[in-house]
């Protein structure tokens, strides 16, 4: 049965909004035309709106309710203390384009957080601009490009990519006209050195690597992978999806990457999902700054003995210009700033160790009942396969069936390399009892796959809405459910 809609539910007379009285004069519009003499808004009591959204609430699925494993993703809990921070009312209530005596306290915070993002990724210089991973990673390859260009190198045409890549890791390049050239994995998940060193001339702009990789591993050869692409004239992109499994353990930069974007809605806490808010600030080497978007924030005016530091905007040489309005998602930023804040450097180190640590336990128990295709110590999250022998189960019908058991699926079909893929990732916020509970219903959906298919393929049963076709859903969006006649025009 259809829920009915905000505007079913109105009933004339009713109001939930008393505004208060006006502070300043009030003053006819200029243009009456503006004015509608009918505007069918609904009308409902405060009570009815928050029990009606409330009501639609709980059809959704949030890491707020229950474990989240969405491997790639990071879908980790997000500390409350992050929304008091970025809710302050210095920060709420002010605004980029004040003048910069105003803001010293906003700025200061973002200065502050370049500095530990430094610190914690081993890049010497840090933007924060980008809104999102997919943005710092256009960010980074514009970059790359502007670098050789300086260097009168206009040949260069090729970017490198790893068949376990991110996709939006070829799309980055393609989108500035690059050739994108697929490196297979090797036996071990390792990038295939023999088609690297094969692929390394001068026409190489670089090479993107997720490292730890999208199967959960890390590249035991990452050196010489380095080397290889360097020896060759090219740079090495880092994507920073992963580093939840690096934090205090490894530094990208100090591995000999030039670039990286960080995922603040994934390593550090900003929640995330439905398009935003994200933050993806881009690390650079010491060859790469000089071309950062800006601007950047920096200390103009060095501390006296008795006055603070003035803080303001910095313009590197050779910048690529701006990448988005202000200074990049100040929100998210704040929560971020108070996630380290809060977990300082042994904070972090743990935060990556324990995220491991549940990635393993979780791939030792399963590994009995479900294929793992590379089979040694993974990071931070793995990959099984979601199929069974003699069965017509796929990792679809398991992740459905998982739903009955009140877990939000894993990733499926990612990375494309692993037939039927299931990637998993638990983040270091999961305790034993909820690892132990995920495991024991993916051996119950194991169990059923040989003794009760039938459940698994017609699965959710227990969920507000039965299996969708996605296929027509995302070809035949319904993008509005009701319109009041009058307004159809």
């Known amino acids: 049965m259809r829920e009915p809609t905000i505007f079913e539910l109105s009933s004339p007379g009713r109001t939930g909004v008393t505004f208060p009285t006006s502070d300043v004069p009030a003053y006819a519009l200029p243009d009456a035309s ?26 959704n699925y949030s890491v707020d309710e229950g474990f989240y494993p969405l491997g790639s993703c990071t879908m980790k809990y997000n500390p409350k203390i992050n929304e008091d921070t970025c809710r302050l009312p210095g920060f709420v209530f002010s605004h980029p384009l004040q003048p910069i005596e105003t803001v010293q306290g906003n700025l200061a915070l973002l ?34 490009r502007a ?3 300086a260097r009168g190198d206009a040949k260069r045409i090729k970017m490198l990519i790893p068949d376990a890549a991110h996709g939006t890791n ?18 071990h998940g390792n990038v295939d050195l023999v088609a690297l060193k094969a692929a390394c001339d001068d026409t190489v702009v670089g090479m993107m690597l997720t490292n730890p990789n999208t199967l959960g591993l890390f590249d035991q050869n990452i050196v010489e992978v380095v080397r ?23 530094r990208p930069g100090d591995l000999g990457f030039d670039v990286m974007h960080f995922n603040l809605h994934k390593t550090f806490a900003v929640p995330h999902g439905g398009g935003g808010p994200g933050s993806g600030p881009v690390g650079v080497s010491e060859r790469l700054a000089e071309f950062l978007p800006s601007p950047l924030i920096g200390i103009v005016e060095e501390a006296e003995e008795d006055t ?84 017509d ?6 992740s459905k069936r998982l739903m009955d ?45 040989h003794t009760n298919p039938d459940i698994i393929k017609t699965a959710p049963h227990d969920t507000p809405f039965g299996r969708m076709d996605e296929v027509k859903a995302a070809r035949e969006l319904v993008l509005c459910c009701w319109l009041p006649e009058n307004l159809e025009d």
């Open 228 to 250: 290889l692409v360097r020896d060759c004239g090219g740079l090495m992109y880092g994507d920073g999806a992963n580093l939840n499994a690096l934090l205090g353990i490894v």
């Open 393 to 398: 189960i796929r990792a679809l019908d398991i």
């Open 34 to 59: 503006l004015l509608r003499a009918e505007l069918p808004l609904p009308e409902l009591a405060e009570v009815d709106v928050v029990r009606h959204y409330m009501h639609l609430s709980r059809y």
């Open 405 to 449: 058991y009140k877990f939000h699926p894993p990733t499926n079909y990612f990375p494309l390399i692993v037939h039927e893929a299931l990637m998993i990732e638990p983040t270091e916020t999961e305790n034993k009892q909820t690892l132990d509970a995920f495991v024991d219903a993916l051996v119950s959906i194991a169990n059923e796959a």
């Open 308 to 391: 603070p530091p003035l803080y303001g905007y910095i313009t590197p040489k050779q910048t690529i210009g701006r990448m988005k309005a202000f200074h990049g998602h100040f929100g998210a930023i704040v929560r971020s700033y108070t996630y380290i804040a809060m977990h300082g450097p042994q904070g972090l180190k743990d935060v990556s160790q324990y995220a491991v640590l549940n990635a393993n336990y979780l791939m030792a128990r399963l590994k009995t009942y479900y294929k793992v295709p590379f089979d040694r110590i993974c990071m931070h999250e793995f990959v099984m396969e979601g199929r069974f022998e003699g069965t």
């Open 147 to 149: 670098y050789h260009k």
């Open 170 to 187: 070829p799309a980055s390049a393609g989108m500035l006209g690059m050739e994108v050239v697929t490196i297979p994995s090797d036996a």
């Open 111 to 144: 200065f502050e957080m370049q500095e530990w993002l430094k610190e914690i990724s081993g890049f010497n210089e840090v933007t924060l601009q980008p809104a999102a991973g997919a943005h710092g990673e256009f960010c980074g390859v514009l970059m790359m």
